[in-house]
């Protein structure tokens, strides 16, 4: 019975490069959603994505980032040309069909040197 | 928007001492509402949750009361042990839409 598996766990960067991070549900759930976690800060909201569609993406920037859950295999969150404010936490949820709890992955902590 | 005030931390108690954290909303309607918890290097884990007014969320000794007419979510446990050391966030939502956090309470319990 695995949970919100994320990977990979750390990742580093350099400025300029792209970082993907990617985030597989638990079994039977179909609502994925990202977070952000800065440096002794709560999270926030960035993307809420179901199979195959973007259903709300107000917390992602505008530029550099996007996000992706195909019909088969897991969700991708990319972040292109990364300069150093994206050194954070990144946390992928996921939720039953009905149901409102969202179980969170261990996180990607990127750092962008 | 919706929005949860959390009290600031850092909050430093001795073991076996009494606990409250104090969590505060503003929403229209009526969320739901979470504790999660956050060991050090660690992702989020929920330690409990209510969905309607007065529902009282427990777990691992911890309690929370939902309550509507001070539209607050404290969370408490009677007696601390220095394993309950961690980062904790209140939170809200609606239905399967996003949540909203507060800034979280870095909890120290001390032996």
């Known amino acids: 019975n695995a949970g919100v598996m994320q990977n990979p766990r750390h990742l580093v960067r350099r400025r300029g490069q792209e970082a993907r991070l990617r985030c597989s549900p638990m079994?039977?759930?179909?609502?994925v959603y990202w977070y952000r976690q800065l440096p002794e800060e709560g999270l926030k909201f960035m993307v809420y994505l179901q199979k195959e569609n973007i259903i709300d993406e107000s917390g992602m920037p505008k530029e550099r980032f996007s996000a992706e859950f195909p019909k088969e295999g897991p969700s991708i969150l990319r972040i292109q040309q990364v300069v150093r404010g994206d050194s954070a936490a990144y946390f992928c949820?996921?939720?039953?069909?009905?149901?409102?709890?969202?179980?969170f992955g261990p996180g990607t902590r990127l750092t962008v040197l | 928007g919706d929005s949860v005030t959390q009290m600031e931390g850092p909050v430093t108690l001795s073991e076996e001492a009494f606990l409250t954290i104090n969590c505060t909303y503003t929403?229209?309607?009526?969320?739901?509402l979470f504790w999660y918890v956050q060991y050090p290097g660690e992702g989020l884990q929920l330690l409990l949750k209510?969905?309607?007014?007065?529902d009282k969320g427990s777990n691992k000794g911890f309690e929370a009361t939902y309550r509507k007419e001070t539209t607050s979510f404290h969370l408490e446990k009677g007696s601390v042990q220095v394993s309950d050391s961690a980062v904790y966030f209140c939170?809200?939502?609606?239905?399967?839409?996003?949540?909203?956090f507060g800034t979280g309470t870095r909890l120290t319990i001390i032996p």
């Open positions: 209510a969905t309607k007014a007065d």
């Open positions: 929403a229209t309607g009526y969320p739901s």
């Open positions: 939170a809200l939502n609606f239905g399967n839409e996003k949540l909203t």
């Open positions: 949820a996921s939720s039953h069909r009905v149901a409102d709890t969202q179980y």
């Open positions: 079994k039977g759930h179909s609502h």
